[in-house]
Each structure stands twice: as structure tokens, then as C-alpha cells.
């Protein structure tokens, strides 16, 4: 089974408009950590925001934020205002257990892109 | 640079050939990972090292992969007899320990087996 599912191939915001990124994950480990990056067409992958399984308050960073649902195990990432810069391909990722995991396991990605 | 380094940016090889990408990590980060990124997919993980030793290599395909970390730094990733299929971005990244061990990615290789 897919430890990190993103079911949105491609998404279109408009500029200073919000845009929800979906991401849906699998584990029995009860510690774990939830991560989203951002890889621009030059290909570096940008860490955005963290949230750890027991932190009960959903982690927010400037314009980002993870809408952390723990029940339907989803983190879906939102970014306010959105800005021309932020037309990237986002990734969703899991480290699971959050202390001792080796692996992070990422999804297939969501192409975001900004329209003027 | 105060980032993950990794050289060469792009390689173009022949088809049977031997190859090597280097990763040099963020200065005080024990950890290192490599992964493999092909086109329209996510990062798939390669190997772990903690300190010089890899802790995980699960991630390997076969036995043509192989990598090494001697000193704790810096690491080489080796590609024996390249095939087609290894044409992929291969991303290196360490981990700082905080928050939640994050890793933070280098710019990434980009192989090319022709």
C-alpha cells in the first residue's frame, strides 16, 4: 500500500487566492512526522513545513500551513495569497517512526500552478 | 555554501559505462540520504548513513548501486554498468536532527545513460 497518497496530479489558484493540496497517509506507528517540500523546475526540493504526530496544534509557516486531520489521517497543505513564485511541483512526505525512521516516504507530487 | 552540495549537476554516460556522483552535506549533519527521482514520480529513498556507516540500504536496486560515506562527510554514489533505466535525478540530503529530523535536499544530479 501507498504509505503517502496525493491525488491531485495538477491544481490551478489564482493569484493572492488559497489553494488547498491534498495528502492522504497510511502507517500503524502512532509517532511519525508529516512533511511538505516544494521543488521548482530547477529541481531543488525546498522543506516547507513539519507537523509531528502528537503536536496538537496544525504547524504554520508564513503563508503556509498543514490542515492536520489525525482521525482521517490526512495533511493537506495550504498556502494563502498565492504568489506567481509559487507555480512548483509540491510533495508530500512521511517519517515514520519519527525517532528511529530511516526512510522518508514522498508521494507522486501536485503540480501547482499560479495564474495571473 | 551553507547547503547541500552535489557534483556533477548533470552527466550524460554511455550505456554500460561507470559512474559517480558525489554529496556534500551540510556542515554538523551526521546524516545523509540519497534518493532517486524519475520524471513525474517522487523521490524514491536509496541508502541512510549515520556517521560513516550505512544504516539502511534497502533502497538499492541491485548490486550495480553502491555508495560510501569514508570520512563521515562527504559521499559517493557508484553506478556500475549504467543502464537506460538509471536515467533519473539522483538527490542527496542531510538531516539536521530538528524539527522532526527534516532533511534538506541538495540541487540533485541529473544522469543521463544514453
Known amino acids: 500500500a501507498q504509505k503517502i497518497t496525493q491525488t491531485q496530479p495538477g491544481m490551478f489558484v489564482q493569484e493572492k487566492e488559497a489553494v488547498t493540496l491534498d495528502c492522504t497517509y497510511d502507517?500503524?506507528?502512532?509517532?511519525?512526522?508529516l512533511f511538505w517540500y516544494k521543488q521548482p523546475s530547477s529541481g531543488e526540493m525546498i522543506f516547507l513545513i513539519y507537523q509531528g504526530s502528537y503536536d496538537e496544534q496544525n504547524a504554520t509557516e508564513g503563508r503556509y500551513s498543514l490542515n492536520f486531520q489525525k482521525a482521517r489521517k490526512s495533511a493537506n497543505l495550504v498556502i494563502s495569497a498565492s504568489q506567481l513564485g509559487d507555480s512548483a511541483m509540491y510533495f508530500c512526505?512521511?517519517?515514520?517512526?519519527?525517532?528511529?525512521?530511516?526512510?522518508?516516504?514522498f508521494g507522486t507530487g501536485t503540480s501547482l500552478t499560479v495564474i495571473p | 555554501g551553507a547547503g547541500v552540495s552535489q557534483t556533477p549537476s548533470n552527466k550524460v554516460t554511455e550505456k554500460g559505462k561507470y559512474v559517480e556522483l558525489r554529496c556534500d552535506p551540510i556542515s554538523g549533519h551526521t546524516a545523509l540520504y540519497w534518493y532517486r527521482q524519475s520524471l513525474g514520480q517522487g523521490p524514491e529513498f536509496l541508502i541512510y548513513?549515520?556517521?560513516?556507516?550505512?544504516?539502511?540500504d534497502s533502497g538499492l536496486p541491485n548490486d550495480r548501486f553502491f555508495a560510501v560515506r569514508p570520512e563521515g562527510s562527504v559521499s559517493t554514489l557508484k553506478i556500475q554498468r549504467t543502464e537506460r533505466g538509471d536515467s533519473a535525478v539522483y538527490l542527496c540530503?542531510?538531516?539536521?536532527?530538528?524539527?522532526?529530523?527534516?532533511?534538506?535536499f541538495g540541487e540533485g544530479s541529473w544522469l543521463t545513460v544514453v
Open positions: 548513513f549515520q556517521g560513516t556507516g550505512a544504516a539502511d
Open positions: 540530503a542531510s538531516s539536521t536532527g530538528s524539527p522532526g529530523n527534516t532533511i534538506y
Open positions: 502507517t500503524s506507528d502512532q509517532s511519525y512526522g
Open positions: 512526505a512521511m517519517r515514520e517512526p519519527l525517532s528511529t525512521g530511516n526512510q522518508f516516504y
